[in-house]
């Protein structure tokens, strides 16, 4: 089965004066597995919510496979919809639940059972048709609000934070159920999380929300390695953020000066030199230089001084202070071959031009 | 070590003598369980009593109710009104409980108008149903008015004024549960029913009526006592022929047959408790309570 493909174009929604979606824009490729992303009241469920029908859109457009849907109620959209509170009905039992949708298609009875229970083991439940939803476990309720929303072979499946309620370890392997659900069933996923981990092992593309608009959409690995803002930078996985001042531009990499040394770093558009500018790096691509690390350039180094060690088990973390004041984190794998920072020592660290971006 | 604490932990709960920690329930509810005996229970052991006892011991007045054509009469007119009441109350209270529940900025207002009936006395109300309904009443003079009648209808005295003003004063017993119960519903499920492909009567159908109905079941076994033993509203606005159980009860301690009267209440209370047996029995009443509460 194919994927629907999903166009929001200037999508807004405002409550009285306050707007809660401020402007998205997003297509969404037909069997993509599509994150919304971001921090609490930035938008998410808004927009799920906007796409499912349940709210009405206060400018812009959505339109599924090319169509917009705008002027349609949520029962004739034919979207799978799993909440976060799962939203099992209480008076059914769990193969009631799940041949609901069936029956509002008119789909005859013997043909809905045996439709129940194929989705029964598509979510490995098989023999659990007869319970009450109330007599399943959290991740079991979860797995049959699931079962619910693909029964009816969707083409395009919404979930507002299906896992939230979920201890880590189930989480962990509902994860992994629904990425091979995805592949299995070949149908677009638009899922909504503020869980950064869980969006970049999961999804395909991710898109960064904040404040009601997308602040940056990409593959996972491009938003963690090339954030284009300081919000996303922070948002997902943790940042050093360095002032600098522009002094030119060199073999296609910008040359700065940060806390009285030369940084490189790679950047896409041309600030003015003199200017001043935030550039970023990860905590675990720094390294302390020690004897034959790093090679020579395209390495960055500056001289610092630690401030604080803490060993966290399988790494060290490390907080530094760079000669004008500036607060860096570094991250290296722990090792019994290493040697242990202490807290006053002076140290210098380095880290390679491409991991070094301007945000 | 810690073998020789671990007795004394054991130990230390056990204080001798009464257990408060169960006695507190008993406690709080004794003084209403005292009031309730004395002031309830025992006069109407001792009213039922009189069924049984007078002049001696006896089954009599029993039997020859049965034979009774007043009383037969009597009983059916109450308890067909009773249905009445019921599903008339049921019928207009479901869709102002439903608007309750979605209502947000009006909630107050509907909530004032369905509670301000129910803080007034139930016999001003009937006096006030007396005057719309009089032959020089309200609905008449505006039927008369608009042309729809040639002269005044007789409505005052009438089983229908009975079950108008029944209705209306009852309603508020119907609505709260009903309206409780519906704001009980978590709002997500009509969503994901939505969602799921069911169009607005669906969603109602098959998720919201299913959901209320321990609010129904409650409401509708509320109405149904309370009105099986109506008094004062059936004896002021209802006919003279159309008489209630407890009419007659009243009629029969005015005529000092008292054990005519205890008879008949005997029977009333026996319904009551029948109904709600059977309210039990069918629809699981305790546990409809339960799920609504959640
Ligand atoms: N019905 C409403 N009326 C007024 N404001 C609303 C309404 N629904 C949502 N909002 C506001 O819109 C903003 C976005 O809400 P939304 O539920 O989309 O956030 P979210 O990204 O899903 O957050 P969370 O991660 O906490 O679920 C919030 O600031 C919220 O307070
Ligand atoms: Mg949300």
Not at chain 2, 68 to 97: C, H, M, Q, R, W
Request: proline share 7%; net charge positive; glycine share 8%.
């Amino acid at each position: 089965m194919e994927g629907a493909s999903v166009t929001l174009s200037g999508l807004e929604k405002r409550y009285e004066n306050f707007g809660a979606v401020r402007g998205v824009s997003i297509d969404i490729r037909s069997g993509e597995f599509l994150t919304l992303l971001g921090p609490s009241g930035s938008g998410k469920t808004t927009t799920l919510m906007m796409i499912a029908g349940f709210e009405t859109p206060s400018a812009g457009d959505i339109a599924i496979d090319g169509r917009s849907v705008v002027a349609l109620p949520p029962h004739r959209r034919n979207i799978g919809m799993v909440f976060q509170n799962y939203a099992l009905f209480p008076h059914l039992t769990v193969a009631e639940n799940i041949g609901f949708p069936l029956k509002q298609r008119g789909v005859p009875k013997p043909e809905r059972a045996r439709l129940v229970e194929e989705a029964l083991e598509l979510v490995r439940l098989p023999g659990y048709g007869a319970r009450q939803p109330r007599q399943l476990s959290g991740g079991q309720q979860q797995r049959v609000a699931l079962a619910r929303a693909i029964v009816f072979k969707p083409r395009l499946l919404l979930m507002d934070e299906p896992l939230g309620a979920l201890d880590k370890q189930l989480r962990e392997s509902l994860q992994l159920e629904m990425r091979r659900l995805h592949a299995d069933l070949g149908i677009t996923f638009i899922y909504v999380t503020h869980d950064q981990e869980e969006a970049l092992t999961m999804s395909d593309r991710i898109a960064v929300m904040n404040e009601g608009r997308v602040a940056q959409i990409g593959a996972p690995e491009e938003l963690y390695d090339r954030p284009e803002n300081r919000f996303v930078a922070s948002f997902i996985g943790e940042s050093n953020f360095l002032p600098a001042t522009v002094r030119g531009r060199e073999d296609g990499v910008l040359v700065a000066e940060c806390a009285g040394t030369l940084v490189r770093a790679t950047c896409a558009g041309t600030p003015a030199t003199g200017e001043a500018v935030t550039l970023a790096t990860r905590p675990e691509r720094l390294r302390f230089v020690d004897g034959a690390w790093p090679a020579p350039p395209p390495a960055n180094r500056m001289p610092v001084t630690v401030t604080e060690a803490v060993f966290v088990g399988e790494r060290c973390r490390y907080l530094l202070r760079a000669e004008d004041g500036t607060a860096l984190v570094l991250k290296e794998p722990s090792s019994a071959a290493t040697r242990r920072r202490e807290a006053g020592e002076r140290a210098e660290v380095a880290w390679s031009v491409a991991d070094t971006i301007l945000v | 070590m810690s073998e020789a604490v671990a007795p004394a932990l054991l130990a230390a709960p056990r204080a001798p003598g009464l257990n408060w920690r169960r006695a507190v329930p008993l406690l709080l509810v004794a003084p209403l369980l005292a009031f309730m005996l004395a002031l309830y229970a025992a006069p109407v052991l001792a009213m039922l009593s009189r069924s049984l006892l007078e002049p001696a011991p006896t089954l009599a007045h029993y039997i020859e109710l049965a034979g009774d054509e007043v009383f037969l009469k009597v009983f059916t007119n109450t308890l067909s009104t009773t249905v009445t009441v019921t599903l008339g109350t049921l019928l207009l209270g479901y869709p102002i409980a439903l608007g309750m529940a979605r209502a947000r900025r009006l909630l107050p207002l509907i909530l004032v108008i369905v509670l301000l009936p129910f803080w007034t006395s139930v016999l001003v109300r009937s006096y006030a149903w007396m005057v719309l309904l009089g032959r020089h009443g309200l609905v008449n003079e505006v039927l008369l008015a608009l042309g729809l009648l040639d002269r005044p209808m007789r409505l005052l005295n009438t089983p229908l004024a009975t079950q108008i003003a029944m209705v209306h004063i009852l309603l508020p017993y119907m609505i709260l549960p009903i309206a409780n119960a519906l704001r009980q519903i978590d709002p997500s499920l009509a969503r994901a029913a939505a969602g799921l492909g069911a169009g607005p009567f669906g969603v109602f159908r098959q998720v919201t009526l299913p959901l209320s109905m321990p609010g129904v079941m409650a409401g509708v076994l509320l109405v149904f006592v309370l009105s099986l033993g109506f008094y004062i509203t059936p004896a002021l606005v209802g006919g003279p022929r159309d008489m209630t159980l407890s009419m007659l009860i009243a009629q029969r301690v005015e005529q000092l047959d008292w054990a005519y009267a205890a008879t008949l209440s005997a029977v009333l209370l026996a319904t009551a408790l029948a109904i709600i047996a059977l309210f039990q029995r069918v629809f699981g009443v305790g546990t409809a309570f339960r799920m609504s509460a959640r």
